[in-house]
């Protein structure tokens, strides 16, 4: 599954549901988090990610590519997402 902004592989932070011992059990989904979302891991990446989004550091403020974040840490999510039954991805955490 990749970010919807960076298009990062997205790391797996496993299922959610009623998964405690006096509960069904049943999974609802999954919870994921943008590898990017507190900083990209190297100048390519970050490069890659300000082309696409046709933006520059100077535009955004920043003087070095270490202080960029994908869009996902933006928002209140965090850089989080999860799947709901049918594998829809959505922004955030689930409740």
């Given at each position: 599954?990749?970010?919807?902004?960076?298009?990062?592989?997205?790391?797996?932070?496993?299922?959610?549901?009623?998964l405690a011992s006096h509960q069904s059990g049943e999974i609802l989904g999954y919870t994921f988090k943008c590898p990017n979302a507190e900083g990209f891991q190297?100048?390519?990446a970050a490069n890659e990610y300000l082309m696409?989004?046709?933006?520059?550091?100077?535009?955004?403020?920043?003087?070095?590519?270490?202080?960029?974040?994908?869009?996902?840490s933006m928002h209140f999510v965090n850089g989080s997402f999860y799947t709901d039954k049918q594998?829809?991805?959505?922004?955030g955490y689930p409740c």
């Open positions: 599954m990749e970010c919807p902004y960076c298009n990062a592989e997205l790391l797996d932070n496993g299922p959610y549901g009623y190297d100048e390519e696409k989004t046709s933006q520059s550091l100077e535009n955004l403020g920043l003087s070095d590519w270490e202080e960029l974040t994908c869009d996902s594998d829809n991805l959505h922004e």
